[in-house]
Nanobody
């Protein structure tokens, strides 16, 4: 069982930066692949990024590639999402999620086992 708590959201101007954090409880955090998703009003939950248990491999949605960076600190049971060059279209509630499956599509929300409550990111133009 893993409990996830996101923080770091807020209001930022276009072109600005934010760093989201996701603190996890549980002794097996390092065994989970960790992902970030986002959901804008009236839209489906959208994959943003994923990182493997070791942090050695990452994968990003095309819409954020080159602007966002996912990382993790297993000693602190925390995963991060550094967001640079933010755009108004990045406005959404951002969720972190933990995944136990080793195989299968990583971009689908139903491939993740545990979710945080979300943190709001608003980018003004």
């Amino acid at each position: 069982q893993v409990q996830l708590v996101e923080s770091g959201g807020g209001l930022v101007q276009a072109g600005g930066s934010l760093r989201l954090s996701c603190a996890a409880s549980g002794r097996t955090f390092s065994s989970y692949r960790m992902g970030w998703f986002r959901q804008a009003p009236g839209k489906e939950r959208e994959f943003v990024a994923i990182i493997t248990w070791s942090g050695g491999n990452t994968y990003y949605a095309d819409s954020v590639k080159g602007r966002f960076t996912i990382s993790r600190d297993n000693a602190k049971n925390t995963v991060y999402l550094q967001m640079n060059s933010l755009k108004p279209e990045d406005t959404a509630v951002y969720y972190c999620a933990a995944r136990t499956a080793q195989w299968g599509p990583v971009t689908m929300p139903n491939g993740y086992d545990y979710w945080g409550q979300g943190t709001q990111v608003t980018v003004s133009s």
